[in-house]
């Protein structure tokens, strides 16, 4: 059985630092991209960032693009996302989430998501 497992969020004041992990069960992690998500209320769920199997390539959301860095511990079968300058209009629920490629998450068409980790930025 896959499961994607979110953690890491919590409250910061804006320019605080938070950084997430997902942790992947069910032998998907060596075959995948993997990629970050967030949903803030009301508003659809967006792409954040995501990472191709090697890490050779990671692509961003222009919104977070500087201050975000998505990272990849394939021994540890874990993904990361570091957030850093954090801004209020980062509040989200944020979720993890595997694809065939960053191309297929970006068009959200994932196969696996996570329970996602809520992210509350104080200003």
């Known amino acids: 059985q896959v499961q994607l497992v979110e953690s890491g969020g919590g409250l910061v004041q804006a320019g605080g630092s938070l950084r997430l992990s997902c942790v992947v069960s069910?032998?998907?992690?060596?075959?995948?991209?993997m990629g970050w998500f967030r949903q803030a209320p009301g508003k659809e769920r967006e792409f954040v960032a995501g990472?191709?199997?090697?890490?050779?390539?990671?692509s961003y959301a222009d919104s977070v693009k500087g201050r975000f860095t998505v990272s990849r511990d394939n021994a540890k079968n874990t993904m990361y996302l570091q957030m850093n300058s954090l801004k209020p209009e980062d509040t989200a629920v944020y979720y993890c989430a595997a694809g065939a490629s960053i191309v297929v998450l970006m068009s959200r068409r994932a196969e696996y998501w996570g329970q996602g980790t809520q992210v509350t930025v104080s200003s």
């Open positions: 990472i191709t199997l090697g890490s050779g390539s990671r």
């Open positions: 069910g032998r998907i992690f060596g075959s995948y991209a």
